[in-house]
Each structure stands twice: as structure tokens, then as C-alpha cells.
């Protein structure tokens, strides 16, 4: 049996300025696969490579595959759907499938777009790939697909279905991943300019921030072993020439006694790697000692989900944390070597320019390495999503993409929410350019600033940073298109009867009970249990003088 999985061509202008990202899912699902004895498995990276539907078209004509598969996230779920289209005008006979956190919740919007979609896989996906695999390879998926948990589909009747929701894998150290599918030449970190890998250490996050949908689909908390997920970063460093991860994981650090004996298993090893993760505030707070420690396990780059400049914000976003914890946070990382980047969200229905200005000041104040404004984006599956209820009218989820300002405030224009970001940014990184990276005495910290500078600039004179193309000058006045898809943009009259007029853009959140793994608290682990003999040096604080 011939797989074929395809990465959809997506770009915004966000994260990607950094360089090309390896998509986990591929290594994860592939490798399971494999596992199985799917042996002939093939990646093609539409996003990395930029490759157009004929190009597709012809890729898939070429290889003859029995089974396309595509991923998505929100904004990509367009061009995910346009996959399986394709496929099945190369061939009716592939089965097409469809995975994604996207199309978890709403795969009857996928299902009646792209009714050329054989399958939605909803959730963690090795385990019921692998089980929907092998019975299309028996031939049997049609008759025995109400059987196969954690799948959607349209039934004999055109009708969406979902089975129930399979169980999670609770012993996330049988994972199988295969980092041979990349093509790894396409994918370097830029800052650094070395092979970049994104691997999974944990997965879900005990948190229930109101604006992610993490936590809903992967249901419950899980960490690998430390050593196999070391053994992992081994091959990936030793065969594979990685010089730069970054944690896939919501929060790494949360489970502090795993977290630390990842960190001296990197040690011991003398793989000379750095990594980055993304991780919370008060996680930083409570490891203040031991981040000497995590520096010298290759830990360079910290960001930091600060996410608001108000207090009204952060509590409003579920962040249990303060505007002094988060600037205390940042000072620790600093004094210890590590890169500190700030988060702040932006474009809420409360947002003036005063608003956005005092954002600006208050990072000012914080000084972070890094700041990175992100606009709000209203996942169509989130508890805030259903809070701002019929504010919600453009459904072009090819622009829900942390970029483009999908929510009206009340008191300011989307266009001027865009253009008080892009001021924010160009003052932010002048300072720093100027004023802060060329004179830090940290050598490797000075490197790492003026290689992200160079990201920075790079995207920027190509117009992709931020997907700043869109933003023009006519008579010495700014303009912006902010390209909305108008056929995608509800009436009040059709966003206030949802569930009546359009039913297939609710998102079904009934996704993960309890009996399939489903733990939306946290409190089954003991967060505080922990041993300090797992550290066998430590080492003294320096401070970073810039």
C-alpha cells in the first residue's frame, strides 16, 4: 500500500520567519505507520517547497498513491480540503484522509466542503491512522467503518457521522517516529543557520486558557521518558545533523522532575544542541535556581505566553499570573543567559489605540530579547470563541493566522489594529537593533539576537513577515486589504442562528468524554513531587551584560 502524506501550502508570515518548521505530525504518524508494516510512505512538503495544486496534481499522478493524507490547522483547513480535491480528481479510488486539530471539532464544515474527504481522523492520530489503515489495506473500511473509533465521515446517505472517540495513548514512550521522511536540507533554523527539528516531549496542557484549544485535543496531560526522548534527540543530532529543537509541547516545564531530567540526560550526553521551548511565567518563577541548570543543558530560548498587558486581560484569558510576575519572569531568564520572548495578544473587542500604545509602553518597560504582537485569533472551538458570540461574523479561516485582525473592536477599525501592531514591531526591533543586540557581551547571545535580527530582515524585504504585501502606500496615506473571502463573511441575521442556518460551521465539542481520556483539571498529578538528586551539578548565575 502506497501513503502518500502532504503538508498543505500555507503561509502568513508568523512563525515561518524563522525558517522552514519540520511538521511533527509527519515523523509521528509516519513512523507509526511504519511500525505497522506500511513500509512505502512518502512526505511531500507543499508548504516548504511552495508547491501550487497542478504541481500537487502531478506529484500524486506520478507516485499513483492508494492513501493521500493531509494535516491542518485553522488557517490552513482550505488548503487542506483543496488536497483531497485533488487527489480525487487524480483518482476516485485513493482513499483520502484527513487529520488535524482543525477538522477535530469541525469536520462537518470539512465534510460538507470537501465532500471528497474519505475520513476525518479526530485527535491524536498514530493509533487510529494505523487501525483505519489497515482496514482500508484489507479493503473492509467502508463496511467496518462505524467500528474504528476516533474517525468522521459522510455515510451512505451523505449524512456526517463520528464514531466515538478513541482512547488516548497513555504511554506516549511507544511512539515510533521516523525523522527519515524529511527532506532535512529544507529545514534550517535561520537565527542559528543549522538543521532545525520540532519533536514532542509531552503532550496536552493541564491549563484551560480560554483563547487555546490544546488542551481539548489531546485531552489529558502525558510526558515521554526523559532518556528515550533524549535517545530520540540523539539520532536527530548524530544522523541527522540537527543543531537546533524547539519543544512541540504547550508546556514542557510543567512536570518539573521530568523536565529536569531531561535536561542533565542532555547533559551527560554532550550532544551540543540548543533548543527552545514555549512555557509559562510561573513555571519560570519556581525553577529561578535551576536556570543556570537549564542553560547548560543547551536551553537558549524562552517564550514566554505573557499573552496580555492588562490585568483585565490575563485574567480574562485564564493565565493565572500577574503583569509583575511577568516582567520578574523575563529579568530571571535574562540574568541567566537564556533569550526571553514576550507574547502579547492583541485585536479584542476592547482595543483602542490607547490600548495598543500602552501595550508598546509596557513592553518598553519589560525590555524582553523578543516581543512578538499577536492579533487575536478566535479559534471556532474555543470558550472564547463562544463568549464573543455573534461578534464572530468573517468565517475565512484562511485568515484566523495570529496576523490579520479578525474581531471589530468596538471603538477602532481592523486596519488600524494591523497598522498599530506593524508601529509596535518597527519601534521594538529599531531599539534593538540600535541600541541593545550589536552590544551584548554574551557571545553566543549576541550571535543568536543578530540572527533573529536577520530573520526579521530578511522577511521584511521580501514582504512576508507578518504578510505585510497586503499593506500599501497611495497619496501618502497607508492602505490595507485585509483580503477577506466576502462569501465567508456571515450576516448577524446568520452568526445569531448558527445552529439553524449553518450547522456545519458549529464545531462539535462533545469531542473526548471522560471515559476516553478526556481531564480537563489538573489535579491527578502531584506537580510538587520532586527529586533533587536528578541534578547532579549545578551551576553559579551569570548575569548578561548588554
Known amino acids: 500500500m502506497k501513503i502518500l502524506m502532504v503538508q498543505p501550502n500555507y503561509h502568513s508570515g508568523g512563525a515561518e520567519i524563522a525558517g522552514n ?27 516548504a517547497d511552495n508547491l501550487e495544486d497542478d504541481q500537487i496534481e502531478e506529484i500524486i499522478r506520478k507516485n499513483k ?44 464544515q470539512v465534510l460538507s ?33 462505524a467500528n474504528i473509533t476516533g474517525i468522521a465521515y459522510l455515510d451512505d446517505e451523505g449524512k456526517v457521522f463520528a464514531t466515538a472517540a478513541h482512547p488516548v495513548i497513555e504511554d506516549l514512550d511507544t511512539l515510533t517516529p521516523d525523522w527519515s521522511l524529511y527532506d532535512w536540507d529544507k529545514y534550517i533554523y535561520t537565527p542559528l543557520n543549522c538543521r532545525l527539528a520540532v519533536p514532542n516531549f ?36 548524530k544522523k541527522y545533523n540537527v543543531g537546533f529543537f524547539i519543544l512541540a509541547d504547550e508546556e514542557p516545564t510543567i512536570n518539573k522532575q521530568k523536565f529536569v531530567s531531561l535536561c542533565q540526560e542532555l547533559i551527560d550526553r554532550k550532544l551540543n ?20 541548570f537549564f542553560r547548560k543543558a543547551g536551553l537558549v530560548h524562552v517564550s514566554l505566553g505573557t499573552e496580555a498587558a492588562s490585568q483585565m486581560n490575563l485574567n480574562r484569558f485564564r493565565k493565572e499570573t500577574t503583569i509583575e510576575e ?91 489594529v494591523l497598522k498599530g501592531v506593524l508601529k509596535s514591531y518597527a519601534r521594538f526591533y529599531a531599539r534593538k537593533t540600535f541600541f541593545s543586540y550589536p552590544w551584548i557581551k554574551d557571545p553566543y547571545v549576541r550571535k543568536y539576537m543578530l540572527g533573529c535580527l536577520k530573520a526579521f530582515a530578511q522577511t521584511t524585504i521580501t514582504k512576508r513577515f507578518y504578510d505585510i504585501d497586503r499593506v500599501k502606500t497611495k497619496n501618502n496615506k497607508i492602505e490595507i486589504d485585509l483580503g477577506f473571502d466576502k462569501s465567508r463573511i456571515l450576516t448577524q441575521n446568520e452568526v445569531k442562528n448558527l445552529k439553524e442556518l449553518r450547522p456545519e460551521m458549529v464545531a462539535d465539542m462533545s469531542f473526548g468524554l471522560k471515559e476516553a481520556g478526556y481531564q480537563r483539571e489538573h489535579d491527578e498529578h502531584n506537580w510538587d513531587e520532586f527529586d533533587e538528586t536528578t541534578i547532579k551539578d549545578r551551576t553559579s548565575s551569570t548575569v548578561r551584560n548588554c
Open 326 to 416: 511577568n516582567k520578574y519572569a523575563i529579568k530571571l531568564l535574562q540574568k541567566n543567559g537564556i533569550v526571553a520572548e514576550a507574547q502579547f495578544v492583541m485585536g479584542l473587542e476592547h482595543e483602542t489605540p490607547e490600548t495598543i500604545e500602552e501595550t508598546y509602553q509596557l513592553c518598553k518597560d519589560w525590555d524582553p530579547d523578543m516581543a512578538n504582537w499577536t492579533i487575536y485569533t478566535p479559534w471556532p472551538f474555543s470558550d472564547l470563541f463562544k463568549e464573543l458570540g455573534d461578534r464572530v461574523e468573517v468565517r475565512d479561516y484562511s485568515k484566523y493566522n495570529f496576523v490579520t485582525p479578525i474581531i471589530k473592536p468596538d471603538n477602532m477599525e481592523r486596519e488600524d
Open 113 to 145: 466542503e470537501a465532500p471528497e474527504t474519505d475520513y476525518v481522523v479526530r485527535g491524536e492520530g498514530e493509533e487510529v491512522t494505523v487501525n483505519l489503515i489497515r482496514e482500508i489495506a484489507a479493503g473492509t473500511d467502508r463496511e467496518n467503518r
Open 21 to 47: 518548521w519540520t511538521p511533527s505530525w509527519v515523523a509521528y504518524i509516519g513512523g507509526a505507520l511504519k511500525q505497522a508494516g506500511f513500509d512505502q510512505v512518502r512526505f511531500v512538503d507543499a508548504m
Open 202 to 237: 509531552a503532550r496536552g496542557c493541564p491549563f484551560t486558557c480560554t483563547f487555546c484549544s490544546q488542551w481539548q485535543f489531546w485531552r489529558r496531560y502525558r510526558a515521554r521518558s526523559p532518556k528515550l526522548f533524549v535517545d530520540e534527540i540523539e539520532v536527530l543530532v
Open 273 to 292: 544542541v540548543s533548543w527552545g521551548i514555549n512555557t509559562r511565567v510561573t513555571d519560570i518563577m519556581r525553577d529561578a535556581d535551576l536556570l543556570p
Open 65 to 108: 498513491p492508494d492513501v493521500v493524507m493531509a494535516t491542518n490547522i485553522t488557517p490552513s483547513i482550505f488548503k487542506a480540503q483543496d488536497i483531497m480535491k485533488v487527489a480525487k480528481k487524480v483518482d476516485p479510488k485513493i482513499r483520502t484522509i484527513m487529520g488535524g486539530i482543525h477538522s477535530t471539532f469541525m469536520y462537518p
